[in-house]
């Protein structure tokens, strides 16, 4: 079984900052891509950042340039840091990794529980 905590969400000003994290822990063998979504209330979930294992990115056009992800392979954890923080980011986030067990089972995506980022003056 593999648990995914994220962390980092809250309140916070237009134009500031937050840095959400999101560690897994359980039966790990790798570790493939790594995500970050969002879902606003009344909006589907849609991708904000990836990762690949190797360090590759992609980012929503409306996240480029105020975003970065960034991944710690030896602690299994994957970071958003989020900068120019703007009213239309709020939404609840959700991290997705896509693990594989072992090294017979095919990899499979795990979610994170959600943090919430309101972004309000």
């Known amino acids: 079984q593999v648990q995914l905590v994220e962390s980092g969400g809250g309140l916070v000003q237009p134009g500031g900052s937050l840095r959400l994290s999101c560690a897994a822990s359980g039966s790990i063998w790798s570790i493939n891509d790594m995500g970050w979504y969002r879902q606003a209330p009344g909006k589907e979930r849609e991708l904000v950042a990836g990762i690949t294992r190797s360090g590759s990115t992609n980012y929503a056009d409306s996240v480029k340039g105020r975003f970065t992800i960034s991944r710690d392979n030896a602690k299994n954890t994957v970071f958003l840091q989020m900068n120019s923080l703007k009213p239309e980011d709020t939404a609840v986030y959700y991290c997705?990794?896509?693990?594989?067990?072992?090294?017979?089972?095919?990899?499979?995506?795990?979610w994170g529980q959600g943090t919430q980022v309101t972004v309000s003056s």
């Open positions: 997705k990794l896509v693990v594989r067990i072992n090294r017979w089972w095919s990899p499979d995506d795990y």
